[in-house]
């Protein structure tokens, strides 16, 4: 139980265009999910907190405006990366929270 | 600011060989957990240590909390290929306890 996923997998995309990341619980109900980044080599930066239905909470120097978060459902958490430039290529990790955090499979960006 | 500092960076170790990873702070955690994460794939957690001075064991991996709760230790005995991944210790924010920190990562390679 307790399954994450994430889609798509992987994306690349032309710099300049938006994309949009999808992270579904597959067995539980979360309203709180969480959006990570992360670098070749390094570890896990928290970018937001994705709460059901109200506004994301945004870490300290994470761009709001260039990062959406929606969290429509209790099983679905999406983040757009918006005018996307080579800057943006990582890899982003979402997280269901369900008294622990589950941790999805991530999504593999690639900005030309 | 809470950091957890972990070390070794890197490790490249024969099979059969014996190591540990530490976690410190000097920060006090109310519990600090250990993912282990392959290439490409989300972290998975390993273990969650809550009591200061607690041993735990899974398998071959040794988990223990500080009596201060300020470091952890992994230890693997008898290392196998398997566990080549990146190891990462992680706990909770002390202005959220559903926010993770996480640790610098140490990144394992054990060579057959």
């Known amino acids: 139980g307790a399954v994450v996923s994430q889609h798509p997998s992987w994306v690349i995309c032309k710099s300049g265009t938006s994309v949009k990341i999808e992270c579904r619980s597959l067995d539980f109900q979360a309203t709180t999910m969480f959006w990570y980044r992360q670098f070749p080599k390094q570890s896990l930066m928290l970018m937001a907190t994705?709460?059901?239905?109200?506004?994301?909470?945004?870490e300290q120097g994470v761009e709001k405006d260039k990062f959406l978060i929606n969290h429509a459902s209790l099983t679905l958490s999406t983040l757009t990366v918006t005018s996307a430039h080579p800057e943006d290529s990582s890899f982003y990790i979402c997280s269901a929270l369900f008294y622990e955090q589950y941790f999805g499979p991530g999504t593999r960006l690639t900005v030309t | 600011t809470q950091l957890l500092e972990q070390s070794p960076q890197f490790l490249s170790i024969q099979e059969g060989e014996n190591l540990t990873v530490y976690c410190n702070s000097s920060s006090v955690f109310s519990s600090l957990q250990w993912y282990r994460q392959e290439p490409g794939e989300g972290p998975v957690l390993l273990v969650t240590v809550v009591t200061g001075g607690e041993v735990k064991k899974l398998k071959r991996l040794t988990f223990q909390f500080g009596d201060a709760r300020k470091d952890s230790s992994l230890h693997i005995t008898a290392a196998q290929p398997g566990d080549t991944g990146l190891y990462l210790c992680a706990g909770p924010q002390m202005d959220s306890s559903y926010k993770l920190i996480f640790g610098s990562g140490t990144r394992l390679l054990v060579r057959p």
């Open positions: 994705s709460n059901e239905g109200s506004k994301a909470t945004y």
